[in-house]
């Protein structure tokens, strides 16, 4: 996935009706003015959705992720979603309560948070994306409510030939969330997919944001994870960018990709006149979103986040946006106040410090919030890799080691022990001990839950088992390898039917 299309998915999360795990805090049932979720009961709901011929409103979370805790703070919390989720059973499922991660395989949910439609047989109707603006969600769902075609057929229908949709479907791929669907897409070129919808949509407004999302997801990125365009593509952000920035309208529809990626389009264009025009129009655009005070302190840090990129990738970020992003973190940290809103924002707030050269700002801020939050351990992580960053091997290791000994959850505590291991073999491969003990870590925590090898718990085991191999061959780790392959296959033994995949999870050449 290159650089643009992990922001539009962070976008895709993001971005929602304001404008990933531990089940000690779901959304809070009851009341009619709060969602009605059934935790964890994904089983017994699509049981009575069949019954009853009632859909399911799937929602997959995690406590420590920002986007699931925006979602939880704004669109959980919008009267007209909630009102329409009483069409559905909708379902609270935590990635790290029991059989989550099982489910997680079954929809093709990795990435926290998900959301999908499922018709009262169990297909999928769609997956949507928070990115819709609030305005459209509750028509939206309705629509989802009341079809029975499935997402599979729509996009069959759209690879074979997309002129044939109808405007219900048109509605459906429009809100559809095409960066966290990976299951679905494995063997799809996207970028090939997007550009056939763009040809065919049944509005230019329609045809310009496919385009452009088909550019995001087929471009290349450099070295640096810079956007890398052909002169095709830049040609099409050239025509296409400047008409969406003078359209109201698609500016609001399109508020995602603008905030999110379109400083990365811009900055890949060639040096020049038409590159220096769309990069002050897209900078006033940026700068009304992020004054806008109806759009979330996320959607209003990302917008200041993207203008300091823009600078940076179009020239130098002056004092003056270094002052505005220092003032703007300031407020965040003043206004974020209930643990949902800082979650959600905390991070990013930090990263936009980090952008604009106060690494020991952005630290502090981390450093406060690794300390007061419940899910302290994300930020940790976040700090881990900083000091990796900085050339700092023990505080890496440390930051990675406090990280995962504070994780909370099954499935969270098996990728945050992947991810301590991980450090230790980059940051020091020589101490074969520390490696050794590490892996334990991984091997512990996977052995703690059984038949639990599923979506992010297989990925997780799954990196560190190939960052092992590689640390080995390396640094002549064999001893440690062999060592850790066979506490593998013990551990593995319990994973049921998936034991084999679990225990070859270490490949050697």
Known sequence: MTRFAALALI????????SCNQTAEPPVAGASSEIAWRQGDVEDAL???KETGKPVLLYWGAVWCPPCAQMKSTLFKDPAFIAKTQDFIPVYLDGDTEGAQKWGEHFGASGY???IALSPDGKEITRLS???MASELPALLTLAAGRTRTIDAVLADARKDPKGLSAEDWKILAA????NDPKRFENVDLGELLAKLAAAAPDPALQRR?????????AESDKDDNLVLTPAQAAQVAAILPRVLA?????EAGESLLIYSAADLVSALPK???RDALTTSLDATLARLHADRANSLLDRTFALRSRVALAEGTGTIGDPLKQEVRAWVATVDREAKDEFARKAVISYAAGALDMIGDRAGARKLLTAEATNSRSGYYYMSILSDMAAEDKDAKGAVEWARKAYEASQGPATRVQWAANYAMTVMEQTPKDKAAVAASADAVLAELGKSDNSYFMRTRTSVERWGKAMAEWSAKNGGAEVLKATQGKLATVCARQGNDARACGAAIKTA
């Open 272 to 274: 020049g006149a038409e």
């Open 113 to 115: 948070p998900t959301v």
């Open 247 to 251: 359209s109201p309208v698609e500016v």
């Open 130 to 132: 928070s990115a819709t």
């Open 210 to 218: 496919f385009t452009l999302d088909a550019i995001g997801f087929a």
């Open 11 to 18: 976008g895709t999360l993001a971005l929602g009706a304001a």
């Open 176 to 179: 559809f969330d095409w960066g």
């Open 47 to 49: 049981a009575e959705a």
